[in-house]
């Protein structure tokens, strides 16, 4: 069996899934404590099997995103099907509001997030 260092395997999460270093390595804790990265006790700290460190990682960047720009966008796909209009067909209180309205797990709803679902969505060549 081949073992990686916790320190490696955490510099690894916070690459590869984009976490702050102390998220990737609550997360990479969180998979060893739940049994889906065994890990063991050295000298050196703390070291996590190889393979499995590796298929649980792949696994977690195949995951859909979370938050609430995906479910955002699914829903923009669904009122603008060609791509959001501007600001002045388009007002974005009014948008925000109706979002919240649409799905009540989106309040509190601020500005930079529908922002980035806006971007995301109309940059989305599948809207072209």
């Not at 690459?15 to 998220?23: H, I, V």
């Not at 065994?38 to 700290?45: C, I, K, V, Y």
């Not at 067909?89 to 309205?101: F, G, I, M, V």
Request: charged letters at 30%; a positive charge; glycine letters at 6%.
């Amino acid at each position: 069996m081949m073992w990686v260092g916790f320190q490696l395997a955490a510099e690894e999460v916070e690459r590869r899934l984009g976490l702050s270093w102390g998220a990737a390595q609550k997360t990479l804790l969180e998979a060893c404590e739940n049994g889906k990265v065994t890990s063991r006790r050295t000298e050196d700290g703390l070291d996590v099997l190889d393979t499995e460190f590796w298929e649980w990682l792949s696994a977690k960047q195949a995951r859909p995103p979370a938050g609430k720009v995906p479910k955002i966008i699914d829903h923009l796909a669904q009122l603008f099907p060609n791509g959001v209009p501007d600001r002045t067909r388009c007002p974005r209180k009014a948008l925000r509001a109706d979002l919240c309205k649409r799905d009540p797990s989106l309040h509190p709803l601020d500005e930079a997030t529908l922002k980035k679902a806006i971007d995301t969505y109309n940059g989305n060549p599948k809207q072209s």
